[in-house]
């Protein structure tokens, strides 16, 4: 199989219980019918604005949570097919904070060595010259080992992270919002190693962020994302050069230059995203979209293939 990683209509809604709300029963519509693959090798860029369910997305990739339906297939075989410790090692995670992410009571070794000693993959000596090593690969030094997270910066946390993160040799890793707690000239430099280790390791990437140019920095393709759905899915540079969807292009319009050091805030567009309690009707953007039409507020919109590659979920196509 080409793909690594395929999501076939996935939904995952949250019940709403507490209050006034639990009369009407309502849900959170998170990941609202997704579909998308992850080809090998690839990095794939997943973008929106904060709450448009990104980081669910990500833990139903990862396994850590579970679609209410749809099916996500890993290396063509369904998850509910895996022996779960297997995907463990084959897929791993790294997340947004490098602060809560380490055990503070961990040394640095243990944290980096611990799916090595589970999985028993050799002796205690090659084990610790396999985290010197995996220290040097993402620019740390091999003393380093012995010291606690507390001692390191954020920037280095989120090198220790991904040492632990290749420690296995996995073939996925799902980045959720890894450089947005850092400072922007420390972004780059995560950026960088990321791709550095992608050519070393042979890896595929989920590249999750608020942040468009971060996302565009990396990815070789980018998928738009707006309240649970899906709005655009296209090669990062056809992306840039030829948004189709209203969406994409007043995102890029914030962010004219795909160049990391230019720190954007949360992407800031007229108008407030809309409750995912109750998602408008048809396409969830037309509150926004300045080009709506009657056909917006009622019917949600197909996906489109553009040409090769390139598709949108938008009544203009
Ligand atoms: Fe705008 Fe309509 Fe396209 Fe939605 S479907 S983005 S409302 S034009
Ligand atoms: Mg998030």
Known sequence: TT??????????HYPVSS????????TIKAVNDISLEVRNGETLGLVGESGC??????RLLTGLESPDSGTIFFKGKAFKDWDS????????????????????RQKVGNIISEGMRINKTGTRLEISKRVEELLVQVGMRPEHAKRYPHEFSGGQRQRIAIARAIAMNPDLIICDEPV???????????????????????????????????????????A??????????????????????????????????????????????????????????????????????????????????????????????
């Open 85 to 104: 410790s297997k995907i463990g090692t084959m897929m791993q995670m790294v997340f947004q904070d490098p602060y809560s992410s380490l055990n503070p």
């Open 224 to 317: 738009v994302m707006y309240l649970g759905k899906l709005m655009e899915i296209s090669p990062t540079e056809e992306l840039y050069h030829n948004p189709l969807h209203p969406y994409t292009q007043i995102l890029l319009e914030a962010v004219p230059i795909p160049d990391p050091t230019i720190q954007t805030a949360d992407v800031s567009i007229p108008g407030d995203m809309p409750s995912p309690i109750s998602p408008p009707p048809g396409c969830p953007f037309h509150p926004r979209c300045p080009k709506a039409m009657d056909i917006c507020k009622e019917t949600p919109p197909m996906r489109k293939e553009i040409k090769k590659d390139h598709t949108v979920f938008c009544h203009l196509y």
């Open 53 to 58: 369910g990104k980081s669910t997305l990500a």
């Open 19 to 26: 209050g006034i709300l639990s009369l009407s029963k309502a």
């Open 3 to 12: 793909n690594i990683l395929e999501i076939k209509n996935i939904k995952r």
């Open 180 to 222: 947005s707690a850092l400072d922007v000239s420390v972004q780059a430099q995560v950026l960088n190693l990321l791709k550095k280790i992608q050519t070393e390791f042979a890896l595929s990437y989920v590249f999750i962020s608020h942040d468009l140019s971060v996302v565009s920095h990396i990815s070789d393709r980018v």
